[in-house]
Nanobody, 125 residues
Framework: QVLLVESGGGLVQAGASLRLSCAAS????????VGWFRQGPGKEREFVTA????????DYADSVKGRFTISRDNTKTTVYLQMNNLKPEDTAVYYC??????????????????WGQGTQVTVSS
């Protein structure tokens, strides 16, 4: 069992930065790929970014490439999402997820079996 808890969301103006954190407890992230997803109002959950367990491979949605960065700490118990130059269209609930059954990153939400409760990010224009 992996328990994931996100934090760091909030209300910011366009152009600002936020850093989201996802803390793992229980089995931690050790050995698991992790991802960030988001769900805007009236929209389906969409892929934002993912990181391999080793940190050697990452993937980003085109909409966030160059503005968002995923990372994890050395203990592999916390995953971060640094979000720069935020835009109103980034407004969503952001979720972190862990993929424990396979060793590769994936863009599909269904590929991840553990999820956090989400943290709201609102970007005003």
């Amino acid at each position: 069992q992996v328990l994931l808890v996100e934090s760091g969301g909030g209300l910011v103006q366009a152009g600002a930065s936020l850093r989201l954190s996802c803390a793992a407890s229980g089995r931690t992230f050790n050995g698991y790929p992790v991802g960030w997803f988001r769900q805007g109002p009236g929209k389906e959950r969409e892929f934002v970014t993912a990181l391999s367990w080793s940190g050697g491979r990452s993937d980003y949605a085109d909409s966030v490439k160059g503005r968002f960065t995923i990372s994890r700490d050395n203990t592999k118990t916390t995953v971060y999402l640094q979000m720069n130059n935020l835009k109103p269209e980034d407004t969503a609930v952001y979720y972190c997820a862990a993929r424990t059954l396979y060793n590769s990153i994936d863009r599909q939400p269904s590929a991840y079996d553990y999820w956090g409760q989400g943290t709201q990010v609102t970007v005003s224009s």
